[in-house]
């Protein structure tokens, strides 16, 4: 909360000489102590412990690259690849861009728990759609983003970088360091692009905060130049942007624009990320000077409001405004501004309220979705329960970015006392699959009905029959379809078309109400009711466009009685699924896998209680590389090998969990750990199919 505080009313030069003197103090009285007044802790990364997120302080360690030897290095790797989206695959779009720099009570926080943490009101971004750049920074030497980012980002699009920041007076004492020689620099950039690459992440930010011998500046330049052109070897269509700090005469002097104090770093980098403190002429100013790289050039707005044009928080857009109307790209610093000051009237509501500020003034930079198969069930990668086909799995509550699903892109609805339908992601009802949903909850009179945006995507069809598969949850007459715009262009001309996907009911009351407001009105071919959860009505639908490209998915709310007997409505979508009709997911059955148990440690206390800890691993026999987006890892206590029902244990991105001191009930002779593939369009493998881990109990 100090941070916080100090960090809206202080500006940077001040709050860079009371660190340096809060520091100093504190280590004179107490060199065991961390800034916060907490004990070191104690840390060994090669021992077996819960999969953690942490930064490199050391320029030791990197050098010796003893990350590499962590026991935590495996659950750390980023497992989805970034989802292409410029105009060659890989690289961002001629056009101005967003990129959002997140900086929360110094990184590492609920996000470190690599496998999930409890804290359903966690933070999160889910409005990735308005993002091209996501920077996970701290002010730790070497800030790695933690893999659940990585995960998220990538899913929509949006590349990831880490955070290489040297700043205050030890800063400076390790700049000269690296620094040495030339030899020395471009080791150290060796280093950083090794880690991007083995990692799954994207590139750096290089914030060089300190003050420094005018002589070691063309090293540094020699740095840069050399970090930008390894990692674009390393990982085609990455990113390394210099921040707007030191500049060539070896001052500290936050510039604002672009200019000659600070340009020869933006040339032998990727862009620059110019600081806060700018005037509204600034941007205009640095596109001139970039010339044909004025969307390289990132104006900073400190969401905070430390000094920023148009004052951050909620006239953020204000900046943005001015941005745009220059053309040149933008760079927001710490939007979780709303959720450490606890904005009212809850941080759901006003993430939603604020984001929504941001897409009117800069528009949208993701679409999706762009390729088959499709699956979302809306999860925002935190709630309080976890469901699987409709089956709650657990009821206890979570986070983890990497279980996050694609987002909807669902307009801000503002004042929710207006009598029309509400539409937002409720993580908090009971979910089909994952943690969350959309719930459509207002008034509907009579026949009336109306569409709710959820995807903007990009599939091209050619003719080829496409499936549609969602579930609802409805009360009384409430129900669901599926609008689709469908676009095609012929002579410069733009056409559209719009297909509904209805509910499923009476054909001939369906077609006689939306045949005249759609091009076609198509019925499901196929309704399920999950015995297990009757409430879920599962539907499928084909399409077979003609040769256009699917550009819009929208939820139509209508009721199915044309006189019904309130105008309450109430519905949920629980998922929805698009995949090529000719396309089914195969799951290798448990003889294909290879699993196995490493790192295992038994222990007991007094009182009789045992507990267990190891690593499973899980490979395809065949060597074959693997399809599947993730994997549920299940529990069955055995007693003389007869099993009790199975428990939902965690979800894995990477082919390895870890098992932290599972409590073992009495009477238990073996433990079963069944691995539950998922595939891309989001089946599950049947646990009796799985993969399995069988481990006898031993005795203490």
């Known amino acids: 909360m100090f941070n916080s505080l100090v960090r809206t009313y202080i500006n940077r030069q001040t709050l860079i000489s009371i660190r340096n003197l809060y520091t100093s103090i504190l280590s004179s009285f107490s060199p065991n102590m961390t800034t916060d007044g907490a004990p070191h802790p104690e840390f060994d990364p090669t021992t077996p412990s819960t999969p953690v997120s942490y930064p490199i302080k050391t320029l030791e360690e990197l050098k010796q690259r003893t990350y590499f030897n962590s026991f935590h290095f495996q659950f750390n790797k980023a497992s989805v690849p970034l989802t292409c989206n410029g105009v060659d695959g890989v690289m961002l779009p001629n056009r101005r861009r967003m990129m959002v720099c997140h ?154 624009q672009l200019n000659d104090s600070n ?43 430390r000094g920023s044009y148009g004052g951050g928080q909620w006239t953020t857009n204000v900046a943005l405004d001015v941005i745009k109307k220059n053309d040149v790209s933008a760079a927001m610093f710490a939007p979780g501004w709303i959720y450490e000051t606890q904005q009212p009237p809850d941080f759901q509501t006003a993430q939603n309220r604020w984001w929504d500020l941001i897409e009117k003034s800069w528009g949208i930079s993701q679409i999706y979705p762009k390729v088959l198969p499709f699956y979302s069930n809306f999860d925002q990668g935190r709630g309080y329960h976890l469901s699987i086909s409709g089956n709650l799995v657990s009821d206890a509550p979570w986070n983890n970015l990497s279980n996050q699903s694609y987002q909807p892109y669902i307009e801000f609805s503002g004042d929710t006392e207006t009598k029309t339908i509400q539409a937002f992601v409720d993580f908090k009802q009971a979910s089909y699959s994952g943690g969350g949903n959309i719930t459509f909850k207002g008034v509907l009179e009579g026949d009336a009905y109306i569409t709710k945006r959820i995807f903007h995507g990009e599939i091209h069809s050619r003719n080829s029959p496409l499936r549609f598969t969602f579930s609802v949850k409805a009360e009384g007459s409430s129900v669901i379809g599926l ?23 009476d054909k001939l009351l369906t077609m006689e109400r939306f045949s005249g407001k759609f091009s076609t009105v198509i019925m499901p071919h196929h309704v399920n009711k999950l015995e297990t959860a009757p409430e879920w009505i599962i539907q499928e639908s084909d399409v077979t466009p003609q040769e256009s490209t699917l550009t819009g998915i929208y939820a139509l709310c209508y009721k199915s009685d044309h006189n019904p007997s309130t105008s309450d409505y109430h519905a949920v979508l629980g998922h929805i699924s698009i995949q090529d009709s000719a396309n089914n997911m195969v799951f290798p059955p448990a003889s294909e896998w290879h699993v196995e148990s490493q790192n295992v440690n038994w222990k007991s206390d007094p009182q009789g209680n045992k507990t267990v800890s190891l690593k499973v691993l899980w490979k395809l026999i065949s060597g074959a590389a693997c399809v599947f987006s993730e994997y549920n890892i299940y529990v069955e206590n055995e007693a003389n090998e007869s099993a009790q029902a199975s428990k939902y244990v965690g979800l894995a991105l990477v082919k390895a969990y870890y098992v932290t001191e599972l409590l073992i009930p009495a009477g238990v002779t073996s433990l079963k750990f069944i691995i539950q593939a998922c595939g891309m369009n989001g089946d599950w493998q049947e646990l009796v199919d799985a993969p399995f881990l069988r481990l006898r109990v031993e005795d203490l």
Request: hydrophobic share 45%; with cysteine; glycine share 8%.
């Open 263 to 305: 340009k020869p770093f933006f040339d032998v980098s990727d862009g620059i990320f110019l600081n806060y403190s700018w005037q509204e002429d600034y941007p205009s100013l640095s596109a001139a000077v970039a010339g044909n790289r004025k969307f390289d050039v990132y104006m900073g707005i400190d969401i905070f409001g």
């Open 483 to 505: 609008s689709l715009e469908f676009t095609n262009t012929n002579d410069d001309v733009e056409n559209k078309t719009s297909i509904l996907l209805a509910s499923w009911g």
């Open 103 to 256: 900086d929360m009570a110094g990184g590492y926080t609920d996000d470190k728990w690599i496998q999930g943490g409890s804290k359903a009101d966690s933070y999160a971004i889910w409005h990735w759609y308005l993002i091209d750049v996501f920077i996970y920074f701290s002010h730790t030497l070497v800030t790695l983003p933690p893999p659940c980012w990585v995960n998220a980002a990538h899913k929509h699009g949006v590349k990831v970088l880490g955070t290489f920041i040297v700043e205050w007076d030890e800063g400076r004492a390790i700049a000269e360091q690296f620094l040495a020689t030339t030899a020395d620099a471009k080791m150290y950039a060796e280093r950083l692009a090794e880690l991007a690459d083995k990692l799954g992440f994207d590139g750096w930010l290089i914030n060089m905060e300190v003050t420094l011998n005018v002589e070691k500046i063309p090293i540094l330049k020699e740095f840069v130049d050399h970090l930008t052109k390894t990692m674009h070897s390393a990982v085609p269509g990455s990113l390394v942007i210099w921040y707007d700090s030191v500049t060539t005469d070896g001052q500290l002097n936050w510039q604002n």
